[in-house]
Nanobody
Framework: QVQLVESGGGLVQAGGSLRLSCAAS????????MGWFRQAPGKEREFVAA????????FHADSVKGRFTISRDNAKNTVYLQMNSLKPEDTAVYYC?????????????????WGQGTQVTVSS
């Protein structure tokens, strides 16, 4: 069981940056692969990025490659999403998620635990 709390969302103008953080309450953070998904109003939840439990493997959606970077600090039980060059279409609620599985990290059904989400709004 792991509890996840996202933070760092907010309002930013197009071209700006935000860093989202996800704090995990677990004694075994290093056994979880972590992911970020987002959901805009009226749309399905969308994969954004994922990172393996040892940070040796990362995935980023095509829509965010070169702009977003997922990372983790196992000593702090925290996963991050650095978001640069933000666009209005990045506006969504961003969710942190965790799984003990290794594969299928781009698929939401792979994940077992979800945070409450943090709102990111990018204005033009």
């Amino acid at each position: 069981q792991v509890q996840l709390v996202e933070s760092g969302g907010g309002l930013v103008q197009a071209g700006g940056s935000l860093r989202l953080s996800c704090a995990a309450s677990t004694r075994t953070f290093n056994t979880y692969a972590m992911g970020w998904f987002r959901q805009a109003p009226g749309k399905e939840r969308e994969f954004v990025a994922a990172i393996g439990r040892s940070a040796d493997t990362t995935f980023h959606a095509d829509s965010v490659k070169g702009r977003f970077t997922i990372s983790r600090d196992n000593a702090k039980n925290t996963v991050y999403l650095q978001m640069n060059s933000l666009k209005p279409e990045d506006t969504a609620v961003y969710y942190c998620t965790a799984t003990t599985r290794i594969f299928g990290l781009k698929d939401s059904v792979t994940y077992d635990f979800w945070g409450q989400g943090t709102q990111v709004t990018v204005s033009s």
